[in-house]
């Protein structure tokens, strides 16, 4: 019975120093990977308070066009207890128009803030 002879030399398969960095090279693209998901998620983070801050300023100019012109007051509100909502009023007596701004920040994540501006008239003196 002929029994196999066994490799020599650089016939034995991995040795060492080729595993060791075999392990390296894929720590290394797998920390990268993972430091890309994270920046990625941290990316729609943002985004995600963004839009719900463009939304909650949206309502309250909504709100604030709806009532009465003689009403339109300034003041501040929370709303989910992370967003702040603080809008003034301006009144221009020579057009007897009001001007609103409207600040949204949002200072648990990191400080932002999206400020919105728009002007409310009188429409008792509007033609019909």
Not at 30 to 58: A, C, E, H, R, V
Request: with cysteine; charged share 15%.
């Amino acid at each position: 019975m002929n029994m196999p002879s066994r490799p020599t030399g650089s016939q034995a398969g991995f040795g060492l120093l080729e595993i060791i960095i075999s392990i390296v090279l894929l720590g290394l693209v797998g920390s990268s990977t993972f430091y890309f998901l994270q920046s990625q998620n941290s990316n729609s983070n943002i985004g995600t308070d963004l839009s719900k801050g463009m939304f909650i300023g949206k309502r309250k100019l909504d709100s604030l066009r709806v009532v009465s012109y003689g009403t339109v007051s300034a003041g501040c509100d929370t709303v989910n207890n992370r967003y702040i909502r603080r809008w003034y009023i301006s009144t221009d007596l020579i057009s007897d128009h009001k001007t609103v701004e409207l600040l949204v920040s949002w200072p648990l994540s990191a400080q932002h803030t999206i400020t919105f501006n728009t002007v409310v008239g009188d429409d008792q003196y509007k033609v019909y």
